[in-house]
């Protein structure tokens, strides 16, 4: 049992390049989410997923796009990076949501560097 | 929205003294309360949570404690050993059947041996 994996887990990218972050979770979890965390700022969530075939934005969702087609993966795209994407990226997954009386914990994954330049 | 306030930013103790760690929140309607730890080049793992109907909770040399009434909750940690030195996030969900954790900026403890 694996967990919650990211690939890759360094990554340098000029501006204006593209790349896809690789989030895959083995718990059978309904739920998904991509954060960002800088220094000083905590994690910020980006975008998050309710199940296969459902994206929703979250609290900075600006220049990434994303994809559930399995409901194992969850998919964090930069169509044309920028110098203020530089951030460590952690994908996390739940079993249920927080009203629910059930698991509502999130399970994290070591996290993905990226540096744009 | 949520907003998440932790203080303080940076924490040392001396091994074997306690350490708390505190923050507010501001959606009356959080109802789950999570707390974090991220050691150096790690993803954040879950430490212990609390939920609204809950006013403590307590996991061996770790407790929670939620004031519903002032939105604040607190981490303490009893005993502190050396491997307890990393990041802290305290977290509150964005209200009943929400989908998102907003998260304070973390607090750095630093256990001196």
């Known amino acids: 049992n694996a967990g919650v994996t990211q690939t890759p887990k360094f990554r340098v990218l000029k501006t204006g390049q593209s790349m896809t972050l690789l989030c895959a979770q083995d718990?059978?979890?309904?739920?998904m989410y991509w954060y960002r965390q800088d220094p000083g700022m905590g994690l910020r969530l980006i975008h998050y997923?309710?199940?296969?075939?459902?994206?929703a934005k979250g609290e900075v969702p600006d220049g990434y796009n994303v994809s559930r087609l399995k409901k194992q993966n969850f998919l964090l795209g930069l169509e044309s990076a920028a110098p203020s994407q530089t951030s460590v990226y952690f994908c996390?997954?739940?079993?249920?949501?927080?009203?629910?009386?059930?698991?509502?914990?999130?399970?994290f994954g070591p996290g993905t560097r990226l540096t744009v330049t | 929205g949520e907003n998440v306030e932790q203080h303080p930013s940076t924490l040392s103790v001396q091994e074997g003294d306690s350490a708390v760690i505190k923050c507010t929140y501001s959606?009356?309607?959080?109802?789950?309360f999570p707390w974090y730890k991220q050691e150096l080049g790690k993803g954040p793992q879950l430490i212990i949570d609390?939920?609204?109907?809950?006013g403590e909770k307590k996991d061996q040399r770790i407790a929670v404690t939620l004031n519903k009434t002032a939105k604040h909750f607190s981490l303490h940690i009893t005993e502190t050993q050396p491997e307890d030195s990393a990041v802290y996030f305290c977290?509150?969900?964005?209200?009943?059947?929400?989908?998102?954790?907003?998260f304070g900026k973390g607090t750095k403890l630093s256990v001196i041996p």
């Open positions: 996390a997954s739940s079993y249920s949501i927080f009203g629910s009386p059930k698991r509502p914990e999130q399970y």
């Open positions: 718990m059978n979890h309904e739920y």
């Open positions: 977290a509150a969900s964005s209200g009943a059947g929400s989908y998102q954790l907003t």
């Open positions: 959606d009356s309607a959080s109802n789950y």
């Open positions: 997923s309710v199940g296969e075939g459902t994206t």
């Open positions: 609390i939920r609204s109907n809950v």
